[in-house]
């Protein structure tokens, strides 16, 4: 194995995306994705067994064709790196298998990753080696969370996260309450844009006792259900619902939190760097919000490109390729598939 330019490709199946991404030591080659996200949207959801049988039928298909638009062979490998964690306990097992079955006929290691550790890696074929420590924020559909991390290969510690409704939760079920498509983050950003921020929704855990006990976790739920009222307020009441407005307040309230709470972990732990990965941080006004406060507080903003912030075999391949360089153990060829791997556990 080239210690110094291991050639990783890293599979990625925690949800509905089959993604498969090689990485030649920090520098992506490619990152194929065969997303089943159309297959949910009639559901308003995902659907865990139609996920899993559609990562059963693109495996083979997204690698060959990451291999094919590479330009290597299988037999060129250095390393497989799969996410055994978190997700969807059947996606999982479909990607964990097919890593093993590569890395067992290849002849090569396998590294079964932390899927939340690996969105925090990816930013380094982006922007070049992590700062020590980074601070990142990462926000998905399943995941709000503030770590604070010395080295993604080991050392993770989280400072907070959601306690219930996660941003991208909150994204989906808001949008559907507005009768937007599914996923709902892309269109309440859309929408967003042609309206103004009118309404005053709530700011949940940033004030008072709520913010002693819990500075630096998310709560979303209350923020949803107050916009469910307030639309049927205004249906109840005859009146017509400006969904761009509700959009542009959701999402201001939102962001405002997630920024607000990330720039003060920063300042209170002493990192100059932050983070935000996860695919919420594709959201342009988390970015133009996050940049704001960030250059206030002289505090350095990471944001990976809007294609490396939702779920992808590059990031899972990123990570991969800093075990190898790290010199971390391979895992087992029995690793699990651990639909509840904590975040403070980078590897099986």
């Known amino acids: 194995m080239s210690v110094e330019q291991p050639l990783v490709l890293g599979i990625e199946t925690s949800c509905d995306e089959t993604g498969v991404g090689i990485v030649r030591g920090e520098a992506l080659l490619v990152d194929a994705v065969a997303s089943s996200v159309d297959d949910h949207a009639r559901f308003g959801g995902v659907v865990p067994e139609v996920a899993s049988r559609a990562h059963l039928e693109e495996m083979v298909p997204t690698i060959e064709r990451a291999c094919r638009e590479a330009g290597v062979q299988l037999r060129d490998l250095d390393a497989i790196s799969v996410t055994s964690g978190p997700g969807l306990a059947g996606s999982l097992m479909v990607g964990v298998a097919s890593a093993k079955a590569l890395a067992l006929s290849l002849g090569v290691p396998l590294y079964g990753v932390n899927h939340l550790a690996s969105h925090v890696a990816v930013d380094i074929v982006e922007h070049g080696p992590l700062p020590q420590p980074t601070m990142a924020l990462l926000v998905s559909g399943g995941h709000s969370s503030l770590l604070l991390v010395p080295d993604v290969t080991s050392d993770i510690r989280s400072l907070g996260s959601t306690i219930d409704d996660a941003a991208g939760e909150a994204f989906d079920k808001v949008a559907r309450v507005l009768g937007l498509p599914f996923p709902g983050g892309p269109h309440i950003d859309r929408m967003a844009r042609e309206g103004q921020v009118t309404i005053d929704f709530p700011r949940g855990l940033?004030?008072?006792?709520?913010?002693?006990?819990?500075?630096?976790?998310?709560?979303?739920?209350?923020?949803?259900?107050?916009?469910?009222?307030?639309?049927?307020?205004?249906?109840?009441?005859?009146?017509?619902?400006?969904?761009?407005?509700?959009?542009?307040?959701?999402?201001?309230?939102?962001?405002?939190?997630?920024?607000?709470?990330?720039?003060?972990?920063?300042?209170?732990?002493?990192?100059?760097?932050?983070?935000?990965?996860?695919?919420?941080?594709?959201?342009?006004?988390?970015?133009?919000?996050?940049?704001?406060?960030?250059?206030?507080?002289?505090?350095?903003?990471?944001?990976?490109r809007p294609g490396l912030c939702t779920d992808n075999g590059a990031m899972v391949a990123a990570l991969g390729a800093q075990m190898v360089l790290k010199g971390r153990d391979a895992s087992r060829l029995d690793l699990p598939a651990d639909s509840s791997m904590p975040v403070t556990q980078v590897q099986n």
Request: charged content about 25%; some cysteine; aromatic content about 6%.
């Open 206 to 304: 940033t004030a008072g006792r709520d913010m002693e006990r819990h500075r630096f976790d998310f709560s979303f739920s209350g923020l949803k259900t107050a916009v469910s009222r307030w639309v049927q307020a205004k249906e109840a009441a005859g009146e017509p619902v400006p969904v761009a407005d509700v959009a542009a307040s959701f999402q201001e309230a939102v962001v405002d939190v997630l920024t607000r709470k990330a720039v003060l972990a920063c300042r209170e732990q002493g990192a100059e760097n932050l983070q935000i990965g996860g695919g919420v941080a594709a959201n342009s006004r988390l970015r133009a919000m996050a940049q704001s406060r960030c250059d206030a507080a002289g505090i350095e903003l990471r944001v990976p």
